[in-house]
């Protein structure tokens, strides 16, 4: 089964910084769209940002201007830089390449791959 490899998620402040990784396996690097997500307690899984292969990205008015995706092509890997984290980003933060990703950037996969997900908590 393929799967996604997230890590770098872990305990922040307030008005600090992380960044995510996610290790896409080279069978599925080449699909068009990648994405993030995050899931909170008590909620739906949410987009966090998108991005395609000629690098156009989304994301929805809660983290604009505060998270950064990007994807390195040589490496496999997407990214997703977060600043000025909020203690309402608290989450587990999960990878997608396909289907759902594909969705939000208006196009078809029709395959969908997950990472298992890292944690992200933000408190003083």
Do not use: H
């Amino acid at each position: 089964q393929v799967r996604l490899v997230e890590s770098g998620g872990g305990l922040v402040q307030p008005g600090g910084s992380l960044r995510l990784s996610c290790a896409v396996p080279r069978s599925i690097a080449s699909i068009n769209a990648m994405g993030w997500y995050r899931q909170a307690p008590g909620k739906e899984r949410e987009l966090v940002a998108v991005i395609n292969s000629g690098g156009i990205t989304n994301y929805p008015d809660s983290v604009k201007g505060r998270f950064t995706i990007s994807r390195d092509n040589a490496k496999n890997t997407v990214y997703l830089q977060m600043n000025i984290l909020k203690p309402e980003d608290t989450a587990v933060y999960y990878c997608n390449a396909g289907t759902t990703a594909a969705r939000a950037m208006g196009v078809r996969w029709p395959y969908d791959y997950w990472g298992q997900g890292t944690q992200v908590t933000v408190s003083s």
